[in-house]
């Protein structure tokens, strides 16, 4: 066990000799904390082999447990969580030499329950170079404070000791998926190729000081920007790092481009690969997707739909693969210079994720109903941050009826030192003609309160219906307080979303005993006694962006976060025509078309933390990346849909 109190001396770091040989990171038998202590660690895990010697700059995932032991914790608190690295055996017992790693800032639960931080990251930054070049081993030693102030640490784990060595540059991709289910659409003349799969790549540049970036003007809060009379620098200044302008452009550049290439592997014949197609803002396809400046630390996301080819699409249709259904969707990537890093990630360039292929069935065709549907949901983002959207729209010609309806919502998640789960907006709007009356509902609702339309149970009822509107409302509202490690503190700041909701509505429904007028709108010499229609232009619109804010001002630490996102762009008008009508034989005749266009443009933005810390230990003016995201506007004809004339339905 490690016993881990405020540092009155930097000699007390001679605590940390008593650890365990190199290579076992294996949790110790656990033991209760004593009761004068405020925190308790335990099953601390590094995802890595150390018997090893560990890359300079390169990034691991570490796991523990930490819990409040103090009698006085009954509610909730933030514990920033530092890493350092120090020289183990030193000449001088009394001054080792120490590098610092980065903070990662934890919620403690009440009344001892455990918090268990999986996958969080640590590393050996630039300052641990003269520890690498004398090839020293190095002890392992954490940190807890609150308020800026150390805490009382009883550390019940063992803790690893590494062997550092300087390296070059290393690529760590990550791939994920919207979904697991891989639609294989039909082809529709003048739809838009339906994506087979949404995806979203992920990649960090191991090998570059995470704590070095160049910073612009507008990402450091107006009232950090003042002169630091010890250093006679502004924060601004004291970013340049004392490089060149030059020399801070090349900060996140590869030493040349990379490449990404997506395919599909069939589980069962791994011989059958299919490329994917990557779809680009103009609506072409590329067969890769090129770049060459990615963030140190901490992943750059990006979202692609993807495609097949064709004659691969035909294939999986109806010809010789058509009975494939299970595969595997990798996405590699290549690069023209040698990669060094470590061991594990030399091995990380191609990501597989298992995917079931679902085909799309043509539904128009005589039976008890015929919808025209579509469904989109976008996930993109990352677990620190993701705005989530769902389209569903829902077009159904029935024995009883027609139902016209539309809906959209938003939702931002995440976790910055705390989960976050806040529904922005959603709208709906719905249209129903039955063989008795016509119904018509919308609602739009902001941060779950209602801004448009009446309550959920109340609906219009009348033979005729005759809607004409146009609602944008623009709304704001902070979403959640957050908090970040910043050295010995934790950052809090906020995030707050706002943007404009709209919903255009022009619409007209009506239930008919007229024979003519019935004849007319089904196209049919029958004899109707009665028929409904939806004549419809629905337009569901959002555009949400985000800013992330906040900071503090101490004596020895100044620093904060002014970041502006987009969240969301999206639009979705939908026109159509539905009739049904009954025969004087009881028999059920339709007749409808359907359009659907769709415009979408996701989160993009970065998310940088900025500051100076003035403690010994941590003294250095740094910035931060906590999350990076690109997206490209998206416009697509999702649906061009009819029934080919009027049809009876079974």
């Given amino acids: 066990m490690i016993i881990n109190k405020p540092l009155r001396a930097i000699n007390i770091l001679v605590i940390l000799a008593a650890l365990s040989a190199c290579g076992d990171n294996s949790p110790s038998v656990e033991e209760p904390a004593p009761v004068d202590f405020d925190v308790e660690m335990s099953n601390f895990t590094m995802d890595f082999d150390t018997s090893k010697t560990f890359a300079l700059n390169h990034r691991i995932p570490v796991s523990f447990t930490i819990r409040n032991t103090s009698k006085d914790a009954t509610e909730e608190t933030q514990v920033p969580v530092t890493f350092s690295f120090v020289e183990k055996n030193p000449i001088d017992p009394s001054s080792p030499i ?24 640590i590393w050996p930054i ?106 006679g620098l502004t924060i601004k200044q004291e970013l340049t790092f004392g490089m060149s302008e030059e020399q801070l452009k090349e900060l996140n550049q590869l030493p040349s481009s990379a490449n990404l290439t997506y395919k599909l592997i069939a589980q069962n014949n791994p011989g059958i690969q299919l490329d994917l197609m990557i779809g680009q803002e103009n609506g072409q396809v590329n067969n890769s997707y090129e770049f060459s400046e990615i963030q140190p630390g901490t992943a750059d996301q990006v979202n692609h739909d993807l495609y097949l080819k064709q004659t691969d699409l035909d294939a999986l249709l109806e010809g010789d693969l058509a009975n494939e259904a299970f595969f595997i969707l990798r996405g590699c990537i290549e690069t023209s210079f040698v990669q060094d890093g470590n061991e594990n990630d030399l091995t990380n360039d191609c990501k597989d994720v298992d995917i079931n292929l679902e085909r799309e069935s043509n539904n128009i065709s005589a039976a008890s109903q015929v919808a025209f549907k579509k469904n989109q949901k976008r996930r993109p983002g990352s677990s620190r941050i993701s705005v989530e959207s769902e389209m569903d729209i829902d077009n159904t010609l029935q024995r009883n009826g027609i139902l016209s309806r539309a809906t959209g919502e938003i939702v931002l998640k995440g976790n910055i030192g705390r989960r976050f789960d806040v529904k922005i907006a959603e709208a709906l709007a719905e249209a129903i003609v039955t ?47 957050l908090g970040y490690g910043f050295g010995p503190v934790r950052l809090g700041f906020k995030i707050s979303a706002g943007g404009r909701i709209g919903l255009d509505v022009d619409d007209d429904m009506d239930l008919l005993d007229d024979l003519s007028m019935c004849q007319t709108k089904l196209v049919s010499q029958e004899h109707i006694n009665t028929c409904g229609f939806i004549s419809r232009t629905v337009t569901p619109n959002f555009s949400f962006t985000g800013r992330v804010f906040g900071g503090l001002n101490l004596s020895i630490v100044k620093a904060g976060v002014n970041a502006n996102l987009r969240f969301l762009e999206h639009k979705f008008p939908l026109t159509g025509t539905l009739v049904f009508g009954l025969t004087d034989n009881e028999r059920v005749l339709v007749r409808g078309n359907v359009d659907l266009d769709h415009s979408i443009n996701t989160i993009s933005g970065k998310i940088k933390l900025v500051g100076s810390i003035k403690i010994f230990r941590f003294r250095r003016s740094k910035s931060v990346t906590l999350a990076s995201f690109s997206s490209r506007p998206v416009t697509q004809q999702l649906l061009r849909r009819s029934t080919s004339g009027t049809l009876e339905l079974l």
């Fill in 98 to 121: 120490v590098c610092n790693s980065n903070a990662i800032n934890v919620q403690l639960l009440a009344n001892g329950e455990p918090t268990v931080v999986e996958n969080e990251f």
């Fill in 126 to 231: 630039s300052e641990c170079q003269n520890l690498a070049e004398q090839g020293k081993q190095v002890e392992l030693k954490v940190g807890f404070y609150r308020d800026g102030e150390e805490i009382n640490g009883y550390v019940n784990t063992k803790l690893p000791v590494l062997s550092l060595r300087e390296a070059g540059v290393d690529v760590e991709y990550q791939l994920k998926t919207e979904s697991s289910i891989g639609l294989l659409a039909l082809p529709h003349e003048d739809e838009s190729p339906t994506p087979v799969l949404s995806v979203q790549s992920g990649f960090v540049f191991n090998g570059a000081d995470p704590y070095y970036s160049k910073i612009n003007d507008d990402e450091i809060p107006e009232d950090l920007d003042v002169v630091d009379p010890s250093s």
């Fill in 435 to 481: 063989k008795k009356e016509s119904s018509y509902f919308h609602q739009i609702k902001v941060f779950n309160k209602v801004v448009a339309g009446k309550n959920e149970n109340s609906k219009e009822g009348k033979k005729h219906l005759e809607i004409k509107n146009k609602f944008e409302q623009d709304k704001s509202q902070q979403v959640a307080s």
